[in-house]
């Protein structure tokens, strides 16, 4: 069974170019907006979000340089680049299909 805070295959990196379509953001400042946003409901681990971010990187979707935080610290800034909001735009309309369809199916009458 699954839990209201396990993500549906596929949508991370959804998720993670329409976060960082909002600003620049370092590794841990994602995870804790998608929580926020979320509310509380969608978190990520570690585990899965670093591997997502240099994914998303290699394909060209983001790009990341090293910055200072706020809390005077060297960390890696992801931003999304041009190829990544087309990306974004093709994968919002991919999930407004999908997810329609599954709100179809899940408001059926019962018999």
Do not use: C
Request: no cysteine; net charge positive.
């Amino acid at each position: 069974m699954s839990k209201p805070s396990d993500l549906v295959q596929g949508t991370l990196d959804l998720l993670l170019l329409k976060i960082l379509a909002l600003e620049p953001l370092h590794g841990w400042a994602i995870g804790q907006r998608l929580k926020q946003i979320s509310s509380d409901v969608l978190q990520v681990s570690d585990g899965s979000l670093y591997p997502a971010l240099h994914k998303l990187e290699q394909e060209g979707w983001i790009k990341a340089d090293w910055q200072i935080t706020e809390n005077n610290r060297r960390a890696k800034f992801y931003a999304l680049t041009t190829t990544g909001k087309r990306a974004l735009a093709l994968e919002t309309k991919n999930w407004e299909r999908l997810s329609n369809a599954i709100s179809g199916v899940v408001r059926l009458t019962e018999i």
